[in-house]
């Protein structure tokens, strides 16, 4: 590479930008000013330096004048850093003696007067052409990639994601902490708009899941901690045992039947705690894989050790059931990770007034998914508690969304699942069906039709927001109902509806341990705790940690197109990074003077991307340039100033610093 | 155990209308070893008829009762009126969130050589009984065993929103434990924090009835025999006007309406002449066979 050696000689590049810089700043005495400053021996100004030809100007001056720093005062480096980086490469320069001012957004577009605007223009200048001086040559590392990709969460997201790399012949590692993959669409008995059956959409992928070769599928499994950084992850899986072996086990099922218990006991919690369950189970007929788990809590031989042990009996020579199995915990080395672990409905008991829990009635929307479904508890049934058949349902949108007191954000999927939820009660029941709404939000394709459907249906539409479900009757024909208290804004009345049935419509909110997922995988979560895309609209499926991808309600409440949209597109950011095989690290990482460090450790726990490690032997901190992000903070605390940063050096900054101070 | 002592805040309704309701209420506290002081040169707290005439200037009423509970060194002041109780908080609230409404209260507090508005706790007897005496130290207390039927707690509108201090602002449940551990009955009552039209009665009459129409048959609906208070003005609202709710709707509506203290007070042994029971409009006949007399108490209380 160049000549840093010898005496600096700098190139000053100043950009028009059109005129979103040169009608507020005076270009041609900036360029003049340039003139006057240290080291500075071309100045020059252009219509549009990141244009080609613009790039020419500096490719060509640095041969010609042998120049060996370049500073291009223009745009946002977010922009075009990397351009004109290439631009000094190109030109056989290291790339990093180049430094940008930002004269646009710091300066034209945050200014009015011309004066002040040019004098500020020269202030930071002056100020990059001092640090440039101090500038070094430096050199990116590449990091390989290793090609097995983590997906976390067996839902829609994690299967069609899993499916996909896999397809693409990439090894996954696909862990859900349920028995079964499948997610909250194994429950779903229908889906919006088109009404064709979700299982019959669902189970063929997740049989895939189990099938294909280069899925490692591991159920009632947990990742307890993740180490390392894009391209090499090392990641802890904690196993939970079913105490049936699934190497073994046939799924034959014959153990089910087999159990003491001769009807279910305890919650089954796949049926929304709508039925019971045995101790050994298969959460539903579909599942993935088809091996039973045995409940511990619920398992008289672990309770008393005083079974007869009939399932053990039942699996004879199989020997797949072992009381004796125990949890086991695997560590696996993979380059990239999707996060896909979901969502958890709004828990209705949070808002009172709807009388969930209270009036045996009043249902949650997931309930009655299971009550319309066909394998439900109910055979898809729409009957109440008590075994009658509701006349008259009550649909309430907007529980737990769109709500100051409790989820403010749209749950986005709740009007429709409630328009089809509608459709599917009165189909079953011929019951008349409210639905009690603060707008009808139908913006997918095909959603607005099938609204009018519903319309042409005549299922009622009352535009309020409930106030309460309750059950005092004021007059005979509301005895025995549950009443629903609404202001009807369109007719302008304070209305009572009396109802056999009421639905209530719960949204979308993160999980509950959201914060410790968010915090294992290293990514950043918004404050009610979905977790943050990298960009809202430009990198939807990435994260602020590299290599770790986004899929599914995770990230926000979303419908199972666009669920699957998101997973598709996560996998292409993994294969993306795994066939380009490695990947390029910026230089401006932190690292330690091993001589000055006094070992105190101040730094490690405040780094956010756990890039500080403690050698015990020597007794110092040392900074793996792979994982550090190049964020300053430990450069800062570090009491002895034994922690520095590739280019931000303290001469560069002092340089800046004065450069900036210099009264010209 | 030495007397815990309690700054005393009574309002105008504990002289009034409500007047069975402050002798039940220092029963009730005497028996648990809990000592009120009556604020001294204490005014009225400026509820809803002031509230909603001059905002700015009922506050001042409010303020100057919790200076002088300031002066008098008191830290915490009970009050077991929902509107005073309401009206104090309120005015607390308001000063803290809103700097025109602080510096009003501290230019008239000053103008009244009065200390600026401070942090005296605001406390309703009913959050009092549940959070400084444990529920089980009142089961250890009942002296006399229920033989009446189930109550139906009302709690009101004012004690609980918008704050929620006093109990859970939605499903407020403290004064059904009360009373289940002083040995009573209670039903789940879905009415329990809708209005009982508080001036309306006197305002708009027959809409304010009506209200009171619709808690009595929902009470009665679930069975109680009678409902029980923690707010002088709903007390009177569902007592006075059963007469004219029979006669309108035909409907034969014959309930006491009891504040919580006087039944508790009973069941922890108070004396029955001072209970105000006898001060009852509704419900006597029942009233008198739920509170016999007992041999040694001769003097009747009705």
């Known amino acids: ?664 | 155990m030495t007397a815990a002592t309690y700054g005393y805040y009574p309002g105008c309704s504990m002289r009034g209308t409500g007047i069975a309701y402050e002798e039940s209420l220092l029963t009730l506290f005497h028996l648990l070893d809990l000592s009120l002081e009556e604020l001294r040169d204490w005014n009225c707290c400026g509820a809803t008829s002031y509230m909603c005439i001059d905002e700015n200037l009922a506050f001042l009423l409010s303020a100057r009762n919790l200076a002088i509970a300031h002066q008098s060194g008191f830290r915490e002041l009970v009050t077991p009126c929902s509107a005073c109780y309401l009206c104090l908080r309120k005015v607390q609230e308001y000063a803290q969130r809103y700097p025109q409404v602080a510096e009003r209260v501290r230019e008239s507090l000053a103008a009244a050589s009065l200390p600026a508005l401070n942090s005296v706790k605001v406390r309703h007897p009913l959050e009092v009984l549940f959070t400084d005496v444990e529920l089980d130290r009142i089961r250890s207390k009942v002296v006399r065993h229920w033989h009446g039927g189930r109550v139906a707690c009302y709690y009101g509108c004012q004690l609980v929103r918008p704050y929620g201090e006093a109990d859970n602002v939605h499903n407020p449940t403290r004064m059904d434990q009360l009373l289940q551990a002083a040995g009573v009955p209670t039903v789940e009552f879905a009415l329990k924090t809708k209005c009982c039209g508080g001036s309306l009665t006197g305002t708009i009459h027959p809409v304010g009835v009506r209200l009171n129409y619709i808690l009595l048959k929902e009470a009665v609906r679930k069975g109680a025999k009678a409902i029980a208070t923690v707010c002088p003005l709903c007390q009177y609202n569902l007592d006075a006007y059963q007469a004219e709710i029979r006669a309108e709707t035909g409907e034969a509506f014959d309930l006491p309406i009891l504040f919580f203290t006087q039944i508790m007070g009973w069941a922890l042994g108070g004396d029955l002449r001072s209970l105000g029971l006898h001060r009852a409009i509704s419900g006597r006949r029942t009233i008198d066979e739920w509170f016999p007399k007992h041999p040694g108490e001769v003097e009747s209380y009705v």
């Not at chain 1, 949209?565 to 490695?582: F, T, Y």
């Not at chain 1, 890039?611 to 032997?617: D, G, K, S």
């Open chain 1, 1 to 664: 590479m160049s000549e840093a050696g010898g005496a600096v000689r700098i190139g000053v590049y100043i950009c028009h930008c059109g005129a979103n810089i040169a009608a507020t700043v005076d270009v041609k005495s900036l360029a003049a000013s340039a003139a006057t400053m240290p080291n500075v021996v071309v100045w020059r100004e252009y219509k549009y330096l990141c244009s080609d030809s613009g790039q020419d100007l500096i490719r060509q001056d640095i041969p010609n004048q042998r120049l060996n720093r370049i500073v291009v005062a223009s745009c946002s480096p977010h922009l075009h850093e990397q351009t004109f980086r290439a631009a000094v490469a190109a030109a056989g320069l290291n790339p990093f003696y180049l430094q940008m001012v930002n004269i646009r957004e710091h300066i034209s577009w945050v200014h009015e007067n011309r004066m002040e605007a040019t004098s500020k223009a020269q202030d930071l200048l002056r100020a990059a052409v001092r640090r440039v001086a101090r500038h070094e040559a430096l050199e990116r590392s590449r990091i390989p990639i290793h090609p097995d990709v983590l997906v976390v969460g067996g839902g829609i997201a994690g299967i069609h994601a899993a499916l996909t790399l896999a397809n693409a012949g990439k090894h996954v590692y696909l862990v859900e902490r349920q028995p079964t993959i499948g997610g909250h669409m194994a429950q779903f008995d229908k889906t919006f708009p088109t009404l064709d059956c979700a299982a019959c959409i669902l189970t063929p992928k997740m049989s895939a899941v189990k099938a294909h070769q280069k899925i490692t599928l591991w159920t009632y499994s947990e990742v307890v901690q993740v180490d390392g950084y894009v391209g090499s992850y090392q990641v802890t899986v904690k196993r939970r045992t079913r105490y049936v072996r699934e190497d073994l086990c046939t799924g034959c099922l014959e153990c089910l039947e087999a159990c003491l218990y001769q009807e279910g006991r305890f919650t089954d919690e796949f049926n929304a705690g709508l039925a019971s369950r045995k101790p050994i189970y298969i959460p539903f007929p579909q599942a993935v894989p088809q091996v039973p788990v045995i409940d511990p809590e619920a398992c008289i031989q672990f309770k008393s050790g005083k079974c007869k042990k009939t399932c053990i009996d039942a699996c004879g020579d199989r020997h797949a059931i072992s009381f004796q199995l125990e949890e086991k915990t695997e560590e696996i080395q993979v380059g990239s990770i999707i996060v896909a672990t979901g969502f958890q409905v709004f828990d209705a008991r949070r808002a009172p007034y709807y009388g969930y829990g209270v009036y045996p009635d009043v249902y949650t929307a997931l309930e009655v998914e299971r009550l319309v479904n066909a394998s439900g508890p109910t055979a898809g049934e729409v009957v109440l508690r008590d075994g009658r058949i509701p006349k008259t349902v009550g649909i309430v949108h907007c529980v737990g969304s769109r709500d100051e007191n409790t989820n403010r954000w749209c749950s986005r999927v709740c009007c429709m699942y409630s328009l089809k939820l509608a459709h599917l009660i009165k189909e079953r029941t011929g019951a008349e069906v409210f639905n009690f709404y603060i707008d009808i939000r139908t913006p997918g394709k095909g959603f607005e039709e099938f609204y009018q459907k519903l319309l042409n249906e005549k299922v009622h539409f009352i535009r309020g927001r409930v106030a309460e479900v309750t059950d005092w009757a004021l007059d005979p024909t509301e005895e025995g109902k549950l009443i629903l208290r609404v202001e009807d804004t369109l007719a302008g009345l304070v209305r009572r509806i009396p109802v056999d049935m009421v639905v209530l419509s719960v949204g979308l909110e993160p999980r509950s341990d959201a914060q410790d997922v968010c915090r294992m995988f290293n990514m950043t979560c918004s404050g009610e705790g979905f977790f943050t895309e990298r960009h809202p609209k430009l990198a939807p499926v990435n994260t602020f940690a590299d290599g770790v991808f986004l899929a599914g309600c995770c990230q926000g409440p979303k419908d199972i197109p666009d669920t699957v949209a998101q997973a598709g597109a996560a996998a292409a950011e993994a294969l993306v990074l795994i066939d380009s095989g490695s990947i390029e690290t910026e230089p401006n990482t932190a690292y330690t003077d091993e001589d000055v460090c006094s070992g105190c450790k101040t730094c490690i726990p405040l780094c956010p991307y756990h890039a500080i490690t403690f050698l015990e032997q020597e007794k110092k901190a040392r900074i793996n340039q792979a994982t550090c992000k190049g964020c300053g903070t430990c450069v800062a605390a570090c009491p002895s100033g034994s922690i520095r940063q590739h280019l931000f050096e303290d001469e560069q900054i002092f340089e800046e610093i004065e450069g900036i101070l210099t009264y010209a």
